[in-house]
């Protein structure tokens, strides 16, 4: 089981696990997805708003790493923001559905 987060949105909360199947950040599924339960709340005491959770994206992403993938090091920066502001749409938007 991967890095798990309680983050709290707007919408609602949503429990974000790191998937440890993903090699590179910048590919798939490197955000888990699911409705906290019980059991997620009492595991994981500490809510993160979306907001402040942006910052540890990008260290979420830089720590999985990017694989093969090589560029200039603006291009990889630019890349590694785009994706973080990517999975935190995806994450308030499952907040919303849910």
């Known amino acids: ?16 696990e790191v998937n440890e199947a993903c090699e590179n950040a910048l590919d798939g599924e490197l955000l888990l997805l699911e409705k906290p339960t019980a ?3 009492a595991e994981l005491s500490l809510e993160t708003p979306l ?13 999985v790493g990017t694989g093969n993938f090589t560029s200039s090091p603006r291009l990889l920066q630019m ?6 502001t990517a999975e935190l749409k995806r994450i308030e938007r499952f907040a919303q559905k849910n």
């Not at 907001?51 to 720590?63: L, S, Y």
């Not at 890349?79 to 973080?84: G, N, R, S, T």
């Open 1 to 16: 089981m991967g890095a798990r987060y309680l983050v709290k949105t707007d919408y609602g909360d949503v429990v974000v």
């Open 39 to 41: 059991q997620h709340r």
């Open 51 to 63: 907001r402040a959770f942006a910052a540890k994206m990008v260290d979420i992403i830089e720590t």
């Open 79 to 84: 890349m590694v923001q785009e994706k973080a």
